[in-house]
């Protein structure tokens, strides 16, 4: 008989005050407002450490939600993810705090250039031992192109097709520039690095040009865990070819299983296998000792939620101003460039002002675990087991209580029942999610960019 799946666990997080569930910012003990210090995240990084998390996930935008009311006035009043501050700023010093805490950060696709951006990354896995990854992403916000200069965001497909092309030339700065055999360090010989294993990269391509050598020499991973969250059909097909965790929302265990059986159908469709790719669903979790005390809890922190702040930030992601529309008003679901799964989603659903308020309470849209430690492992189970996830993001609620409260009653049992690491593995964040080497697979595309091997650009 086979042993239970060990559940996978990252928290999740922005460098903001009000992330995914709204308003809870207003809770005498909530400290997320400190945001902007540092000892609040090393803070939170010996927490999580504390608790064996793979990693803290921390998302990002480089826009604004100014759909609800067409303005950016409760968006300030509440700090629904305004103010936000850079991602990546953060790691370094709460890696100095930990030893096995992984980071994965979010950063535009398209606001960064790949040259840079590729001596960034390697920096972090230089310095983190081989702890970083990132989270694609495309974007999704008008905002965030006017305020660059674009005249709108570009159609949906047309940006996954950018998105491939610049991880191309990615793994050709991070995987072939530079040979393992590159850096010598030999003083006598005053020879650092072998100039017959480094090589320029010159990319000619419809976006991106390039003519340079990788700036970094080899990292630990070279290519950080590659995690992306689009799972629209043109966001599955980049998942399929590029990632290697895919973070889900769904409302409940039938719809993941349904992505995730999707998800891993399209990486066996690229050569790779079903197993190459670890999903963690988002889920939101208030514990206590005992389920009456759980439930305090949550009305209690119900009494500062603010699920209006949770509908502007769903009319962000679907691009619909729900403002305008009376609590039961059919509401009309369009295509566009915005969070397609979850228009798709309210549209299947015939979701009205009011049923999407309704699953508000706390502020924000995710499923919504509630009761005593034993409860809470008994859901999370039934998500992994029926939801055929193999992890969850965590989404924080009064900070840090709810990772302390998770990290202290949840996960004892957890690991009381097999499901859960009793210590950290050794070797980098890839080698730990996955069991296998710290670089990345040789069956994953990025690898056919390492040096003697052919890569096949898309045309």
């Not at 239970?4 to 997320?32: Q, Y």
């Not at 159609?155 to 991880?167: F, G, I, P, Q």
């Not at 340079?212 to 799972?231: C, D, F, I, K």
């Not at 979850?342 to 549209?347: H, I, N």
Request: some cysteine; overall charge negative; hydrophobic content about 35%.
């Amino acid at each position: 008989m086979s042993s239970p799946k060990e559940i996978l666990l990252n928290a999740f997080n922005m460098n903001c005050v009000g992330h995914i569930n709204h308003g809870l910012w207003t809770h005498p003990r909530d400290r997320s407002d400190e945001y902007n210090r540092l000892d609040y995240w090393t803070s939170l990084a010996a927490t999580l450490e504390r608790g064996l998390f793979d990693g803290l996930f921390l998302a990002d935008i480089v826009g604004v939600y100014d759909v609800y009311q067409q303005s950016v006035d409760l968006t300030l009043k509440e700090s629904i993810q305004l103010p936000v501050n850079d991602p990546l700023m953060l790691v370094s010093a709460m890696a100095a705090v930990t030893n096995g805490l992984g980071f994965g950060v979010t950063v535009n696709v398209h606001a960064e250039e790949p040259y840079i951006f590729a001596r960034r990354m390697s920096t972090l896995d230089h310095l983190t031992e081989g702890r970083i990854g990132w989270n694609i992403v495309t974007g999704y916000l008008d905002s965030a192109a006017r305020a660059v200069g674009q005249a709108a965001l570009g159609e949906h497909d047309t940006r996954y097709d950018r998105a491939d092309e610049c991880l191309d030339l990615l793994y050709a700065l991070w995987e072939g520039s530079w040979d393992d055999e590159a850096v010598i360090r030999d003083r006598q010989a005053r020879v650092y690095a072998d100039p017959q294993h480094v090589r320029k990269i010159k990319h000619e391509g419809k976006y991106y040009r390039a003519d340079g050598y990788h700036l970094s020499e080899p990292s630990r991973q070279r290519t950080p865990v590659l995690y992306q969250a689009g799972t629209s059909g043109r966001g599955q097909q980049f998942a399929a070819r590029h990632a290697e965790c895919v973070f889900i929302s769904s409302p409940d265990t039938n719809v993941a299983r349904a992505a995730s059986r999707s998800i891993r159908q399209g990486a066996v469709a690229q050569g790779r296998r079903a197993e190459d790719i670890r999903i963690f669903a988002g889920i939101t979790v208030v514990v206590d000792r005992t389920e009456k005390a759980a439930q305090e809890k949550y009305e209690d922190y119900v009494r500062y939620a603010s699920p209006e702040a949770g509908l502007a930030h769903f009319s962000a992601g679907t691009g619909i101003d729900f403002s305008q529309y009376e609590l039961d008003e059919p509401i009309t679901y369009g295509k566009g460039n915005f969070v397609q799964t979850s228009v798709d989603l309210a549209r299947e659903r015939g979701w009205t002002k009011r049923s999407i308020l309704s699953g508000m309470e706390l502020g924000g849209r995710y499923p919504l675990i509630i009761g005593s430690p034993e409860q809470v492992a008994d859901a999370l189970e039934t998500w992994i087991d029926n939801g055929e996830v193999d992890g969850f993001n965590l989404a924080r609620t009064v900070t840090p209580e709810s990772y302390e409260d998770f990290i202290d009653l949840v996960v004892p049992v957890l690991q009381q029942r097999g499901r859960y690491k009793t210590a950290y593995g050794e070797g980098s964040l890839r080698k730990r999610l996955f069991g296998e080497g710290n670089r990345l697979p040789d069956r994953h595309t990025g690898a056919t960019f390492r040096h003697g091997r052919s890569a096949e650009i898309p045309a």
